[in-house]
């Protein structure tokens, strides 16, 4: 349950706010610090996802940041699937990208959770969640740290999302995507 002061704002009918945690099927902390080692990494192995790169919502693999195929399966636990969202726990909040086909099996690395979804879910429409700067200014506000904001899965599970019917999810991605192509 949701207490009316907890709500930011009033949402058009229809909409209903929600918490991270009754929206999200699982959340994942990536791999801390001392289970992978810069000198763990490989030229052209398995791609290891760190918020660096996570850009305008998709990976862009840096194929100096991969792992062996043996230290991969001993993280088999942080390899992500099709249709799951990466989020950056530390450093720039808000960053994110959904992970497709050509990354599945790609690992989450240090620095990063990674977040199932049910199917019907619109990962796109999350997206825009993620970089909306209220919802940004409060993760941020919540986190932790002194030299680098560091984001933990309490803050997030219980961080409040408003969302519309489905299909105005969808409606809301297709203008957002119109705009963008205008502005480019």
């Known amino acids: ?25 699982e959340l994942c ?4 610090g001392s289970v992978i080692h810069q ?9 290891l996802i760190n918020p660096s790169h996570m850009i305008c919502g998709r990976i862009v693999h840096d194929p100096r940041v991969t792992l062996k195929s043996e230290d991969a399966g001993r993280l088999s636990a942080y390899a992500l699937s099709a249709g ?11 960053r994110y990208a959904l992970v ?10 240090t620095g990063s959770f990674f977040i199932r979804l049910h199917p019907l ?3 796109e429409y999350l997206g825009f969640v993620f970089t909306d700067s209220g919802f940004r200014k409060h993760l941020q506000g ?29 409606r809301i991605v297709t203008r957002v995507e119109e705009l963008m192509r205008l502005c480019d």
């Open 1 to 25: 349950e949701i207490a009316e002061e907890e709500k930011p704002f009033e949402l058009p009918v229809g909409w209903e706010w929600s918490r991270c945690a009754h929206y999200f099927l």
């Open 29 to 32: 902390t990536g791999p801390f």
């Open 39 to 47: 000198q763990d990494y490989v030229l052209d192995g398995v791609p």
């Open 84 to 94: 799951d969202l990466v989020l950056a726990r530390r450093g720039e909040v808000g």
């Open 100 to 109: 497709t086909e050509q990354e599945q099996g790609w690992l989450c690395g």
């Open 121 to 123: 879910c619109n990962r």
């Open 142 to 170: 919540e986190s932790v740290g002194t030299t680098m904001t560091n984001l933990n899965q309490g803050i997030l599970l219980d961080a409040l999302i408003s969302l519309p019917p489905l299909a105005e999810q969808s």
